[in-house]
């Protein structure tokens, strides 16, 4: 097939994502494993052998700019070391980082001693293995760093939320461990421990962290907090938000001039992505909304053109499950998203899949304007994977009819990639966990908006534009 008809057909394609046209609620019913947590003595809970081994091993990006990962872990019986020996070469490892140990209660729950470290000055683009100790114990893993800031750095980002530790749960992540993403760009609700009581929720905080090990220790999770985060019990005098999760999972957020690790910023290849947390103020003049002025004014479309939002709880949603909860943060942020061209918002919350059109709802100010969104080419695409796979189970009533807003929908357990291939160009896809296979269910070539519609972007050579046809059609 010439190239002309290659493009024909892509042409088509995002006339259709961008014009709004054939939302489509899928008819597909899965056959689902209960909606029930794996038995604490499974294996994939197993505990590192060794007294006092390093365990719930997990990384994220440490900087602003990638060249930087904070390595996380836990010793369970006393502090041990938060030294991390690592190295370009697989055994030798010629530099040493030195991190730091905390250690909380909640209700009568005692933790174990979690460990971060900061590893930075490191090379873009490069493979490097680390080890962690403690007494006679240790462990060794390795990460790659991204590519260094420039705006045609290629880098495939993975997009899972709502995750829990159900069987569902490990479908999900075993899919995505084979997907060839770099990074997860996670949406929210880890380890719903605070579906338990008492000393179980700190339990089963522990056992999410060695589920998702297997991922985690090896390549950076970004990280967004969700509503099952907030662990709010007064019942058992817990009254602190957030306490579980800031303990162990920590952001880089004095990096991007944060004073909160609940919203931050980073950069990495050819992306800047910005964490926004539903559950934490952010109305006019709060330090959320103070902190995102300025943050969107720092965005170098010109270094990083793919502009990424996550956020737990959606913005547009025609789901029963959750409807308009999102509302009140789109009256606050959404005018942003427009004036400044936000590629994509991510959101989970919702447990099944929907896809938007570009559409916008700014000139409503309730007390005048279009009372409906409208297309809006200079609004994001709106996604909701809030598929994971936790134990509440999958979000199966959509509102009828499907509102002009929605694109695609359905209520199935599975997870995303986007696939950035230069400034122009990335590819989507969401991947429906069916019965144990893969399926890639929805996908489209998402255009830049800042590149693809740049009277600059003509100075691009056609070879962008060739193999990005290319790679979608042989995916």
Not at 29 to 45: C, G, N, T
Not at 169 to 197: C, I, K, N, P, W
Not at 339 to 361: C, M, T
Request: charged share 20%; hydrophobic share 35%.
């Amino acid at each position: 097939m010439e190239i002309r008809h290659l493009l024909l057909v892509v042409s088509v394609l995002l006339s259709s994502v961008l014009h709004g046209e054939g939302g489509i609620t899928s008819s597909y019913v899965r056959s689902e494993w209960p909606a029930v947590d794996i038995p604490l003595d499974h294996k994939v809970f197993k505990v590192p052998k060794g007294y006092n081994a390093p365990q719930q091993v997990h990384i994220t990006q440490g900087d602003y700019d990638g060249k930087a990962v904070i390595i996380s872990w836990v010793t369970p019986d006393e502090p041990g070391s938060s030294t991390v020996h690592y190295g370009a070469v697989q055994g030798e490892y010629d530099f040493v980082a030195k991190g730091t140990y905390s250690n909380y209660t909640f209700y009568k729950y005692k933790s174990g001693y979690t460990h971060h470290c900061l590893v930075s000055g490191l090379e873009y683009n490069t493979k490097y293995y680390y080890k962690i100790e403690s007494g006679e114990s240790s462990r060794e893993f390795w990460f790659v760093t991204p590519p260094h800031v420039h705006p045609d750095a290629s880098y495939k980002f993975g997009i899972i939320g709502d995750l829990g530790q159900t069987f569902n749960s490990l479908s999900t992540l075993e899919h995505y461990m084979r997907s060839g993403a770099q990074a997860v760009l996670f949406l929210g609700d880890l380890s719903y421990a605070d579906r338990y009581q008492y000393n179980d929720v700190g339990v089963r905080w522990d056992t999410w962290g060695r589920f998702v090990e297997p991922s985690t220790a090896y390549q950076p999770w970004l990280w967004s907090a969700g509503n099952h985060e907030v662990d709010y019990m007064p019942y058992m005098g817990e009254v602190t938000p957030f306490k579980n999760y800031l303990e162990r999972y920590t952001t880089p957020y004095l990096a991007s001039k944060s004073s909160n690790p609940l919203w931050y910023s980073v950069r990495r290849a050819s992306a800047h992505i910005i964490v926004l947390s539903s559950y934490s103020p952010f109305v006019k003049y709060t330090p959320q909304w103070r902190w995102l002025d300025e943050e969107f004014k720092r965005v170098d479309r010109e270094k990083t053109p793919w502009l990424i939002v996550l956020m737990h709880s959606p913005i547009y949603n025609s789901n029963e499950a959750h409807f308009k909860e999102g509302e009140s943060m789109r009256a606050a942020f959404e005018e942003w998203f427009v004036e400044y061209r936000v590629d994509v918002v991510f959101a989970g919350h919702v447990h099944a899949y929907e896809r938007s059109y570009r559409v916008s709802n700014v000139r409503y100010n309730v007390s005048s304007g279009d009372r409906f969104p409208v297309p809006d080419t200079s609004a994001p695409v709106y996604i909701t994977v809030g598929d994971g796979g936790n134990q509440e189970g999958l979000a199966g009533r959509f509102m009828e009819p499907q509102p002009d807003y929605s694109a695609f929908r359905e209520a199935s357990y599975g997870h995303s990639t986007l696939d950035i291939k230069n400034r122009t160009h990335a590819i989507y896809h969401w991947n429906r966990n069916d019965d144990g296979k893969k399926v890639a269910t929805d996908e489209f070539v998402l255009y830049n908006q800042y590149w693809g519609k740049n009277i600059r972007r003509r100075k691009l050579k056609k070879h962008y534009i060739k193999s990005v046809v290319v790679d979608w059609i042989a995916s």
